[in-house]
């Protein structure tokens, strides 16, 4: 082998050079306040399989005002490392393209289904996203990381 230097050398400086971060970087301590990252999506914590409207229904929580809001993480990972990133509000209705009333209703199922194509077309394997992703310190201590936005690189634009 002639080549020196640690191979994916240069598609880490790359990445540096787009503003991109590795995950393994953010997961040290102190992290960013706020990064950007290339990932895939490996699956939803609670697991949710987009199969069938009755499976978002494990994405979403009743908070205490009797309103629902949706509350998961990503687990994604990355060349470096993997970890859990929760998506939360407005950033998931973004992401699935509903509300969490809207699991609830009958009406809007069509809706429901392109909620489970986002899934399943961010979770499928080969498929990249790119997220921005801030890191939050917990009342208990523990580092917490919150999806700002993602989208998916390797989605065929319409």
């Given at each position: 082998g002639s080549s020196n230097g640690r191979p994916g050398v240069d598609i880490v400086q790359e990445m540096?050079?787009?503003?991109?971060?590795?995950?393994?970087?953010?997961?040290?301590?102190?992290?960013?306040?706020?990064f950007t990252v290339q990932f895939e999506v490996s699956h939803t914590v609670p697991s949710c399989n987009p199969i069938s409207v009755d499976e978002l229904k494990a994405l979403h929580v009743r908070k205490k005002d009797g309103t629902f809001s949706f509350r998961f993480a990503l687990h994604i990972k990355d060349a470096s490392s993997e970890v859990d990133v929760l998506c939360l509000g407005k950033v998931a209705e973004e992401l699935l393209g509903i509300t969490p009333r809207d699991i609830l209703s009958k009406r809007t199922s069509e809706k429901c289904q392109g909620a489970l194509d986002a899934l399943r077309e961010i979770m499928?394997?080969?498929?990249?996203?790119?997220?921005?992703?801030?890191?939050?310190?917990?009342?208990?201590?523990?580092?917490?990381?919150i999806l700002k936005s993602i989208f998916c690189i390797t989605a065929e634009s319409v």
């Open positions: 540096k050079n787009n503003g991109l971060s590795m995950l393994e970087e953010c997961l040290r301590t102190p992290p960013p306040e706020t499928s394997s080969g498929s990249i996203c790119e997220g921005k992703i801030r890191s939050v310190l917990g009342k208990d201590g523990k580092l917490y990381f």
